[in-house]
């Protein structure tokens, strides 16, 4: 059983930053694969970001070169940094993983029915 502890969010103006964390517990943190989702309001929840055991990335489009994913191995902590936030990047944030046999390479990353194990979510709030 994995557990996982968001921590970060918050209110911001637009083009402003925030960084989001991730803490895990339950399994050996360098095993398991993580993700980041997010969800509009009225929207359904959509792929951000993931990052494999090897350090592999992926970003959605919309993402790319915005947002950057990274991995603490020793902290057993995930992060999401977010620059020049705008208004559309309103929503709850949620980290997630998978139990490790999950996490193989060529496995699907980009729904969330995909992951096992999620984060409280957090609230990101972008004002123009």
């Known amino acids: 059983q994995v557990q996982l502890v968001e921590s970060g969010g918050g209110s911001v103006q637009a083009g402003g930053s925030l960084r989001l964390s991730c803490a895990a517990s339950?399994?050996?943190?360098?095993?398991?694969?993580m993700a980041w989702f997010r969800q509009a309001p009225g929207k359904e929840r959509e792929f951000v970001s993931f990052?494999?055991?090897?350090?592999?990335?992926r970003y959605a489009d919309s993402v790319k070169g915005q947002f950057t994913i990274s991995k603490d191995n020793a902290k057993n902590t995930l992060y999401l940094q977010m620059n020049n936030l705008n208004p559309e990047d309103t929503g709850m944030y949620y980290c997630a993983t998978r139990a490790p046999f999950y996490c193989r390479s060529g496995a699907p990353i980009g729904r969330d029915f995909e992951y096992t194990y999620w984060g409280q979510g957090l609230q990101v709030t972008v004002s123009s």
């Open positions: 339950g399994y050996t943190y360098s095993s398991l694969c």
């Open positions: 990052i494999s055991t090897d350090g592999t990335i």
